[in-house]
């Protein structure tokens, strides 16, 4: 809970980096601060779901939630809903650490595979995440805040096998 207004300070400037050209100027400079939404999600977090943060120097730069794929008829039993690293971070490993500490938790709890999902047009996501052994999978339209998108699947059938490693700085909430 205590890094709910952290989290959501990662996101929105995550999402007006990532994101600017590929979804509405609008709806990113519509993204506020405002952490009364992320800390009720946070307070009603079922225990199958999970939250990770990174810090650097005591300062929340990165985090990913995570649980069982939100698809019932996924062969993927685990997901990683969103993991987002602020973009002066980039390159210091903060997102492979926090991706594998999200498959060790994922496999802790059960579930030997994991698919995480990233917008089509993100190709530096999606070769960070080719990099860390991720196969596409597949594309899938969705609607994102009434906008039309395409996110592309990408898969590790064998999160014990594709991961390893400690979690380095990364806390479970």
């Known amino acids: 809970?205590?890094?709910a207004d952290a989290i959501e300070r990662v996101r929105t400037d995550t999402w007006r980096d990532a994101y600017r050209g590929l979804l509405p100027d609008s709806l990113l400079d519509g993204l506020g601060y405002d952490a009364t939404r992320r800390r009720a999600l946070v307070a009603a977090l079922p225990p199958h779901q999970f939250v990770l943060v990174?810090?650097?120097?005591?300062t929340v730069v990165a985090y990913c939630i995570g649980g069982p794929s939100r698809s019932a008829d996924d062969p993927f039993a685990g997901e990683v809903y969103a993991i987002y690293v602020l973009p002066e971070h980039h390159g210091r490993g903060i997102g492979r650490a926090l991706l594998e500490a999200a498959a060790k938790e994922l496999a802790d709890r059960g579930f030997g595979s994991m698919i995480i999902w990233v917008l089509r047009e993100n190709a530096p996501s999606r070769r960070f995440y080719e990099r860390m052994?991720?196969?596409?999978i597949r594309d899938e339209d969705r609607e994102l805040y009434g906008v039309r998108i395409t996110e592309s699947g990408y898969g590790w059938e064998?999160?014990?096998r594709s991961f390893g490693g400690s979690s380095g700085s990364v806390q479970r909430m």
Do not use: F, N
């Not at 990174?54 to 005591?58: F, H, K, L, T, V």
């Not at 052994?133 to 596409?136: K, L, N, S, T, V």
């Open 133 to 136: 052994g991720g196969r596409h």
């Open 54 to 58: 990174a810090e650097d120097d005591g």
């Open 158 to 160: 064998d999160i014990s």
């Open 1 to 3: 809970m205590d890094d």
